[in-house]
């Protein structure tokens, strides 16, 4: 039996949940494919889900996050309010230089914000010398929660995509039960980019863990220093997260991946009740330049065949693969990015609308395919 869908979105965590449920809201019809039975079971169901600006000396990277902040807090307080906290996000400085560069910081700060003296942070329940920033419109996510409750409302099918064949109108993904049929077909792999040649994209892994700890300290603010505390929402407090670049899964945990934020948060706040409730570990997909990864997928076996000189510096018009797409590079934040850049690829999906350039993967090909071809030459 072959079913068809307009689009089928393959890849359950944060980026595939979202460009399927904007697809959906554009009205095309949609199937969501994971090869877990639920979502999030990628680099989503580790995730600590902090929503908040960046800070930093401006520049186009902070911008575009901030674009996204100000989308994703707003998307999520429309459509899943039950799954997104607006608890407010201090930004502490990680040490007397750092709290230096916050008065240059100010002047980027492009989302609505407050400094918070010593004082204010000590009566809040945080041991800080330094005056921070308070950004009350940030907030956390219940990560693996909201992406099952974006599922929910979408057609879903378990399964473990293997290989894609297209037959010039349809892409087919066979099932052990039925063949599924799709014009067009969105990959929201996260680090396991392996269905098609995208090496170009450069999509690098960095291994991650954060624990849920059982409290009862009254913490009603979140904040981010050298790691994240969450505010204490329902007797829950979260510590997140280690970054450990990482080819494979894990491994360097050493068995007590929580050591490090668990020392680092005791420096913060009072942890002495602190009970750890659950350990989540995942694997974050990053760009090279870490940038998101939204737009159409360049088919790089035809450019091989039938423009070889571009190995060798040329600059030949690209060749997409015809119909697909892809979301992903989401770094560490996905929950940040993910709502504006699945809005960005329905409108190109549906609409034809152009791909914001700083997105769009065509800006790695290029410079891509010229070291590749030095490093032949070599
Ligand atoms: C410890 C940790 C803390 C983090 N904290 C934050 C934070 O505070 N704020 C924030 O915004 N972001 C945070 N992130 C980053 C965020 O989690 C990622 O950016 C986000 O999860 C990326 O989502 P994704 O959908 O691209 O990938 P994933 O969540 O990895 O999803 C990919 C999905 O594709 C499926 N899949 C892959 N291949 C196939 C196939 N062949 N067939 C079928 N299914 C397939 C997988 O099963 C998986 O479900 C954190 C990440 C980690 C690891």
């Known amino acids: 039996m072959s079913v068809q869908y307009d689009t089928i979105v393959i890849g359950a965590g944060i980026a595939g949940c979202c460009a399927a449920f904007a697809l959906q809201q554009k009205g095309q019809k949609v199937l969501l494919v994971d090869r877990s039975?639920?979502?999030a079971t990628g680099g989503s169901g580790a995730a600590g889900a902090f929503v908040s600006p960046k800070i930093g000396k401006g520049g186009p990277l902070q911008a575009l996050t901030n674009e996204a902040f100000v989308y994703a807090k707003d998307f999520y307080k429309e459509y899943f309010p039950d799954y997104f906290h607006q608890t407010g996000v201090i930004r502490i400085p990680k040490d007397a230089e750092d709290a230096e560069k916050f008065s240059v910081y100010e002047q980027y700060n492009d989302t609505n914000y407050q400094w918070l003296t010593p004082a204010e942070l000590q009566?809040?329940?945080?041991?800080?010398?330094?005056s921070s920033f308070l950004f009350e419109e940030a907030g956390v996510c219940d990560a693996p929660e909201l992406c099952n409750a974006i599922l929910k409302q979408i057609p879903f099918k378990q399964f473990d995509v293997q290989e894609l064949q297209y037959?010039?109108?349809?892409?087919?993904?066979?099932?052990?039960?039925?063949?599924?049929?799709?014009?067009?077909?969105?990959?929201?792999?996260?680090?396991?980019?392996?269905?098609?040649?995208?090496?170009y994209m450069g999509v690098r892994g960095t291994w991650g863990s954060r624990g849920d700890y059982y409290s009862n300290l009254k913490l009603d603010?979140?904040?981010?220093?050298?790691?994240s505390v969450s505010a204490n929402v329902d007797g829950i407090i979260k510590l997140g997260a280690t970054h450990v670049k990482a080819k494979e899964p894990c491994m360097v945990c050493d068995g007590r991946p929580l050591?490090?934020?668990?020392?680092?948060?005791?420096?913060?706040?009072?942890?002495?009740?602190?009970?750890?409730?659950?350990?989540?570990?995942?694997?974050r997909s990053g760009s090279k330049d870490y940038f998101p990864l939204v737009g159409r997928v360049v088919d790089v076996p035809y450019m091989a065949e039938h423009h070889p000189n571009v190995f060798r510096g040329a600059k030949p018009a690209l060749k997409h693969l015809k119909n697909m797409f892809v979301l992903n590079g989401l770094g560490g934040r996905g929950?940040?990015?993910?709502?504006?850049?699945?809005?960005?690829?329905?409108?190109?999906?549906?609409?034809?609308?152009?791909?914001d350039k700083r997105v769009d993967p065509d800006r790695l090909f290029l410079k891509w395919a010229r070291k590749v071809g030095v490093r032949s030459e070599e």
């Not at 009566?123 to 330094?130: D, Q, V, Y």
């Not at 892409?171 to 996260?190: D, E, I, Y």
């Not at 490090?260 to 694997?283: N, P």
Request: net charge negative; glycine share 6%; with cysteine.
């Open 37 to 39: 039975g639920m979502a």
């Open 123 to 130: 009566a809040l329940g945080i041991k800080e010398e330094h």
């Open 167 to 199: 037959d010039g109108t349809y892409w087919s993904l066979l099932t052990p039960h039925s063949s599924l049929l799709t014009k067009k077909v969105v990959l929201s792999l996260g680090y396991e980019n392996t269905l098609f040649d995208m090496r």
């Open 221 to 227: 603010v979140s904040m981010h220093k050298s790691i």
């Open 259 to 283: 050591k490090s934020l668990e020392e680092k948060a005791a420096q913060m706040v009072d942890t002495s009740d602190f009970r750890l409730k659950e350990t989540f570990c995942g694997m």
């Open 335 to 355: 929950f940040v990015f993910a709502p504006l850049m699945a809005q960005w690829l329905a409108e190109l999906i549906v609409d034809g609308k152009e791909m």
